[in-house]
């Protein structure tokens, strides 16, 4: 089943901040985070691994709350060059689904000067 | 550059043709995936291999089918292209079962069905 992303949209200056999140009704046991520009293919950004720690990337982090299988984008101090569509892909726990990502929606995150 | 390759990028189908799509990575990865994408529905799997000569399916396979003759080849094929098929079409391939680091997608085939 596919996780839900929200928001789906977002719309920011320069400079401020965003948090994207994801959810999934399975137990998950690992969630990526990926970045599509308009045209092009999906860039992996980072991983999180149930049991793991927060990751980061330059300014953009992420968290992975196992309880309630969700995990959270965090993009602080926006730029330019963040704008796209942000897709989380999830791996389920058992039966071999950890091998295959179920992605969602995407949310389109637009960064204005 | 290492990388995953689609050809062909673009294509026109007529209903009732068929078309191969070709994946070629050179990163020597186990894993390969063909996903298509919509507007509003984001990534949807269509069939996965774990291994050279092995393939299964995903989530959407119905009306396509693949092969993985070779570990840097993933092939994917219409046999009867269906309008409901008009799609972009992303091929993915990981290191790790759990993609540990990440999938590398190529650039995509936009295929139209008319």
């Known amino acids: 089943q596919q996780p839900v992303q929200s928001p789906q949209a977002v719309i920011l200056r320069e400079g401020e901040d965003a948090v994207i999140n994801c959810s999934s009704s399975?137990?998950?046991?690992?969630v990526h985070w990926y970045r599509q520009k308009h045209g092009e293919a999906p860039v992996f950004l980072m991983i999180l691994l149930k049991g793991g720690e927060q990751k980061g990337h330059e300014k953009i982090s992420a968290s992975f709350n196992e309880k309630k299988q969700q995990s959270s984008l965090y993009l602080t101090a926006s730029q330019l060059s963040y704008s796209g569509t942000y897709f989380c892909g999830t791996g389920t726990v058992g039966d071999g689904s950890a091998r295959q990502l179920t992605f969602g929606s995407g949310t389109q995150l637009t960064v204005l000067p | 550059n290492a990388g995953v390759t689609q050809t062909p990028k673009f294509r026109v189908l007529k209903t009732g043709q068929s078309m191969t799509l070709l994946c070629a990575q050179d990163?020597?990865?186990?894993?390969m995936y063909w996903y298509r994408q919509d507007p509003g529905m984001g990534l949807r799997l269509i069939h996965y291999s774990v291994g050279e000569g092995t393939t299964a399916k995903g989530e959407v396979p119905d009306g396509y089918n693949v092969s993985r003759l070779k570990k840097q080849n993933f092939l994917l094929g219409l046999e009867s292209a269906a309008p409901s098929q008009t799609s972009v079409y992303f091929c993915?391939?990981?290191?790790?079962?759990?993609?540990?680091?990440?999938?590398?997608f190529g650039s995509g085939t936009r295929l139209t069905v008319v």
């Open positions: 990163m020597n990865h186990e894993y």
């Open positions: 399975k137990a998950l046991y690992s």
């Open positions: 993915a391939s990981s290191y790790s079962a759990t993609g540990f680091y990440g999938y590398t």
